[in-house]
């Protein structure tokens, strides 16, 4: 930080930091983003309960130095993307400010502040005030850390409005209307310039792009943007607040093209001052003036417009939302997020058939906002869980009056320039929604939205079930009913015995109770005020109240599993239904085992055994949130993992994304628990549709009924074993089922039309009894930036996924077992003995899968491979009696947005080349287990579980999985 520029510079400030527990802990090195709680130990009795899992808060302290040159910079402002639940932020021990949304994006003017040399600066976190958060939230500084500098001295600033920094201050939703020769980080919005309703965006199109400050320009102030295309081409250049691009390539789910505008700010000369500011685009190559500033932004090129008559349309085009609900957490690596993490997963979603993404239920994180462009994943971005009205005991409801405004800008501020994001959500479930300051807090929230970006319709997603069951208060918005507000979250009517079954039949009486018409009162004057609605397990809602609202615009914001069956077909129909958001996408830490289902013959309270000594924390919980050890919610149709469950499946057959049909089977060692002869009572869940696993490797069921069932789109199933005919099924819902007494071999659907045609067929092979291998594949993702961004770092993440197997890759799915993965000369991480491993390396085997956000990913094997031999070594004996190590290897991949070439390794590359290998932990996707996410062992889940690592990018890894004797 020797000198600064007059343009605003981001610097990396994630490295070189200490962390320690205030609670006694001792200082440890950390590298951010940063999860305190996942390296906590799970605890049976912390307050917060099944809502996270079983993770304890606690509180942090986070430290680290900011060196300057001898006269620091004159604009100066840290930007923290994300700490929870809040912080208190110090430099050099002067309060810098606090931070009071955990999911906030938040800029702190520090430039009083700092100082010649070493500066100091420290955030504290208290998380111990709990439950705070209804899912796990995470501790501490989980979303990077930024610094942005400029030296603005001699700046024609005026003093109102201004800043330490001489800068616009852009904490709420208005900007003072002074003059500043800076541009704020988050103070730019480029936008597509609308089109005609009814007009089509083509590439042979022109598109006209708008660039707008939220600070005014003066007389003697002019912009100059250059746009550039994904080859780094410039395309168009104009001077002024718009300008035209030949020949533009429209942003689309299918074609996720972005382009990259920067935009430069002059002060003209005294005898030049000919800019223009107004709309008009001066095609003017011959720049005069100063250059103040310099801000760069990708964005996408598309149109955006929704009614009740034409549905959603991007681009002049329909679109069906075919969404996923998503948690911020990432697994294993807790709520830390990395933006490996965030491409991956968006990646996986957008491959599995997903074109839609919804938050849950708090802003998503800029990586993720990232991914989402570049793949194509359409995106409702959400702000809030809860108004007044608290849902845990310590939640972001104590916060809310004083700073929904600041908070809301902020997360609109972030997602504006994004292409991928189409919604904006106001609120999840609120629980204040049929009182009357409802209304004009949803009023107040668009107009807030609209004064920072127009563009896109604002949604507020209601649960008419909770609502119904909520209080009502008459209090204004500024104004505080203790009684009301500190109302137990509706969650907690789960808990209750009755509650699985008072939703059943709230879900079955739903058509009666929309036409009592009570529904329809308690949402109106709150959707009046939205340009959608969004209704949670309301599948009947959009018909009914279209005839009483046929204006209105609707949106299945979240649904069962199984409902996808009805309103795909709706949405098809119905124009007024945009979309579906299914709970969830992808599975999450907490909520711990809320859509699990208990098998053979459950206890009263859903669960089946006590675990070791492990009791309920303040009685027995008797709904579906399960004690200790409930970890995951178990409802994701793609697991923590990242595999798609047997529910994704179904839902790729509803919606077209699959065309042949996909086995899979009930559980066959949960269906028989406890040597049961017949398949035991299933306690179910309604937030689970499905429960079937994709294989057919069922060891020591042998002549039980195996309940198999097939998922297509075709209205006849025929179901072969080793070629003989076992059946025909009807096709209902999507599903034909069958009842199998198993025994080993081929299973096969085949599935026809109503004609008797063949529309397509799958098959499942049994794993061979007698043989039990570990089998490891890896898939390498690296920083999705460019080498050129602050964002990027030369790391990548290491996903491995481990299988017990057969000598031919076919799962054990009934044999599980607790493995330990372990690295050749591996030391304990220093911030944490159960959190990682720090290991050196060499290169041998190969069984590799390469991932880019960008293209698809192939398996690399080893040259003369045979693409059906096991990667692994094969150790042949009983499966009882497996205890044996297997270790692999991977190689190095080229730059993120590059193509992706695999090499051969290096033979004489030296045996231990790198000492920096981290592992940041092993898990399953079992719901319900008492395995440490952040620890080096788990318990495999039908046959799997995964192992992920940090390396340095290209860094050859070997890893060994120990397996434990049954």
Sequence with gaps: MATYNKAMQRIDVNHHWQFRSIDGGSWQSITLPHDAMIHE??????????????????????????????EPPAACLLEFEGVYPGATVLVNNEPAGTLTYGYGDYYLDIANLVRPGANTLTVLVDNTRIPNSRWYSGSGIFRPVWLWVADTKGTSAADTGANASGMPDSSGPSTAHAIFDVIRPNGVRVSTVSLPD?????????????????????????????????????????????????????????????????????????????????????NNDHNTGTLLDTHVERFGIRTLTCDATHGLRLNGKRVLLNGGCVHHDN??????????????????????????VRSAHNPLSKAFLDACDEVGLLVMDEAFDMWWMHKTSYDYASSFRDHYASDLAAMVRKDRNHPSVVLYSIGNEIADTKSPRAAEAARSMRSIIRSLDPSRPVIDCVNPISLSLAARTKAGMDEHDATVEGEPGLNTTLEHASGPILLTMIDRLMPLALRTGVMDRQTNAVFCEVDVAGLNYCRQGPEYFHRVHPERVFCASETYPQEIAFTWPAMRRLPYLIGDFVWTGWDYIGEASVSAWAYANPEPDGWMREYGDHMALRGRLTGPYRRYPGLLGGSGLIDITGRATGQMLYRQIVTGVRRRPAITVRPMQLLYGDGATRPGRTARFIERGHDGVASWSWAGYEGRDALVEV????????????????????????MARFRVPYEPGELTAVAYDAAGLELGRDTLVSAQADEMVVT???????????????????????????ALTDARGVVHVTDDRSITVIGDGCEAAPHDSSQGLFRESANESVNETVANPLIAAEPVRPAGASPHEAPSEVLRVSPREVSHEVSHEVRDMSSAFGTVTPREPSRDMPAYACSDAQLLGVASANPITADELAGNSCTTYFGRAQAIWRVPAGTPIRSHVIVDPA
Excluded at 711 to 734: F, K, N, Q, T, W
């Design 331 to 356: 697994g294993i690596l807790g709520a830390a997020t990395f933006p490996q993490a965030e491409y991956r997963r968006a990646r996986i979603m957008r491959e599995q058939g997903f074109n839609a």
């Design 41 to 70: 130990r799970r605890d049976p009795y912390t307050a917060n309960g099944y809502n996270t899992g079983y993770y304890p808060g606690g509180s942090y302290e986070y430290r680290t130095v900011m060196h300057f040159a001898s």
């Design 198 to 282: 009814a007009a089509e965006v083509s590439h042979d199109d022109s598109a006209t792009v708008a660039v707008e400050l939220d600070q005014p320009i003066a007389a003697n102030q002019y912009l100059r943007t250059t746009i550039m295309d994904d080859s780094g081409t410039m395309v168009a250049q104009f001077r002024g607040v718009t300008g035209i691009i030949p020949c533009a390539r429209p942003w689309s789910p299918e074609s996720p093209v972005l382009y990259t505008a920067r935009i430069a700010l002059y002060r003209t000369d005294d005898d030049d001052v000919s800019g223009d500011n107004d709309g008009n685009t001066i």
């Design 711 to 734: 998922y297509s789109g075709g209205r006849h199933v025929r179901l072969l074993l080793d070629g003989r005919e076992i059946g025909m099924a009807p096709v209902y819902r999507c």
């Design 776 to 802: 490891t594949s890896v898939e390498r993702v690296p920083n999705p930036y460019p080498k050129n961004d602050p964002r990027w770092d030369d790391t990548e993440l290491v996903f491995e996924s481990i």
